[in-house]
């Protein structure tokens, strides 16, 4: 017991003296992660009645983590159109996938076998769409002139 106290204290020991540059190198925890892309995670639960939550929202460029489960024996699915996401959903069991959503639009999850239903709604950020400025035809007047 003494040995295992005496390890962690030397441990903690270090840790304390080292530098934050090395620490953050040597733990690999900061610099090293690409933080661009935003990961939001979704649990969905496959019931009797049906998924939930029946209805999803991220934004575009998002990456998306399903954590898929049953609360039922029967035999389950999660299928996500237009994303190749198939995840069988057991009892007991959790499968996980990763999506990102590149484009806008209100895309399907549902069950062939069960026939239950859901969506996922992914929509622009706020604010980071730049609008095209375009003059309109009125006030800029051009004649098409023969050439001499």
């Known amino acids: 017991m003494l040995g295992v106290l005496m390890k962690r204290y030397f441990l903690y020991v270090i840790v304390a003296l080292m ?12 610099g090293k992660k690409d933080f661009k ?9 496959a019931t009797k009645s ?11 460029g998002e990456k998306a983590r399903f954590f898929i489960t049953s609360t039922d ?5 999660f299928l996500l159109k237009d994303h190749n ?15 990102e959503f590149k484009y806008p639009g209100r895309f399907e999850y549902y069950c062939p ?12 950020r706020p604010g980071t769409k730049s609008k ?13 002139t023969p050439r001499d």
């Not at 530098?19 to 900061?30: A, I, N, Y």
């Not at 076998?113 to 622009?124: L, M, Q």
């Open 132 to 144: 095209v400025k375009r003059e309109i035809a009125s006030e800029k007047k051009t004649y098409w």
């Open 73 to 77: 024996d029967t035999p389950q699915c």
């Open 50 to 60: 049906g998924y939930f939550p029946e209805s999803m929202f991220a934004y575009v």
């Open 85 to 99: 996401v198939f995840l069988s959903a057991e009892k007991g069991k959790m499968q996980e996938a990763i999506v």
């Open 19 to 30: 530098p934050l540059e090395l620490m953050s190198e040597e733990l690999g925890r900061f």
């Open 113 to 124: 076998s069960t026939k239950f239903k859901g969506h996922i709604t992914v929509v622009e």
């Open 37 to 45: 892309s935003p990961v939001r995670e979704f649990g969905v639960i």
